[in-house]
RNA sequence: GCUCGUUA
């Protein structure tokens, strides 16, 4: 069962969704057992795919065979229907986790938090972050990602220069993440000398950029005409062997 | 073996 899980993991990544429910199936013919983790797997390769509907079979059909989603199954399909905008039916199934007694996880939070701050709806955000604070789950990295990002798209760098630090305080390390997130809200900002002290700060703490913090980097030097310097940067990436994009 | 975050 195991050997099968990996497999149609391995093959959900690589976009062959197709091929993963014939290896379903197939475990299914040779009689193995197939757990919550393997119907999520599935479910999770037809959500990436865009194919709510078929995810969605999968889903009624583990119920239908006794075996219960689990919490990584509805974090799942409320993430995938929050990315197609169905916001209405996301906070449906949050209710029913809630009825049904499941304790709603970091993750589960993140994905609403961001799914909120990628409309742009920071007080929103920071409702369910207070929400998540106030029944004890702990933010990650994730939220204050998501927290960092919706903060510079609202002009509120100030703002996201403060979660940074919070998020440190808090124990947590900062990742490349969060670094290029905080970065990009300096370069909308138009403020570059404090994003490249971001990134001398990075460099110091011994995260590498990558193509992501450079194509920032690059877009917020050309956003104040600065195209000459832009240029430097695609020399530098060269110079460390990051492929431009 | 399964879920969430950053640029374009």
Same mark, same amino acid.
């Given at each position: ?173 900062? !990742? ?33 950029? !990558? ?23 695609? !020399? ?10």
């Amino acid at each position: 069962s195991y050997t099968y899980g990996t497999l149609i993991s391995g093959m959900c990544k690589e976009g062959r969704v197709d091929d993963a429910s014939k290896l379903f199936h197939e475990m299914r013919r040779r009689g193995l057992a197939q757990s919550a983790a393997v119907y999520n797997t599935v479910i999770n390769g037809y959500c990436d795919k865009g194919e709510l509907d078929v995810a969605f079979r999968y889903r009624d059909e583990m119920v239908r065979v006794g075996i219960k989603p689990t919490l990584r199954t509805y974090n799942l399909v409320v993430h995938a229907l929050f990315m197609e905008g169905r916001n209405a039916e996301a906070c449906a199934l949050i209710k029913e986790m809630e009825e049904k007694g499941l304790v709603l996880d970091a993750v589960t939070y993140n994905i609403l938090i961001n799914g909120y701050c990628k409309e742009g709806n920071v007080k929103k955000a920071f409702k369910l972050f207070q929400e998540m604070l106030r029944k004890g789950v702990h933010p990650t990295k994730v939220t204050y990602t998501s927290l960092i990002y919706v903060l510079g798209k609202s002009s509120r760098v100030a703002d996201a220069d403060r979660m940074f630090k919070e998020a440190v305080e808090k124990g947590l390390v900062p !990742d490349l993440v969060m670094y290029n997130a905080l970065i990009d809200g300096h370069c909308a900002d138009g403020n570059m000398e404090r994003a490249f002290e971001i990134l001398t700060e990075m460099e110091k703490k011994k995260i590498a950029p !990558d193509e992501v913090t450079y194509n920032t980097l690059t877009r917020g030097l050309c956003l104040l005409g600065k195209v000459e310097e832009a240029r430097c940067i695609l !020399d530098e990436m060269s110079r460390r062997g990051i492929k431009p994009d």
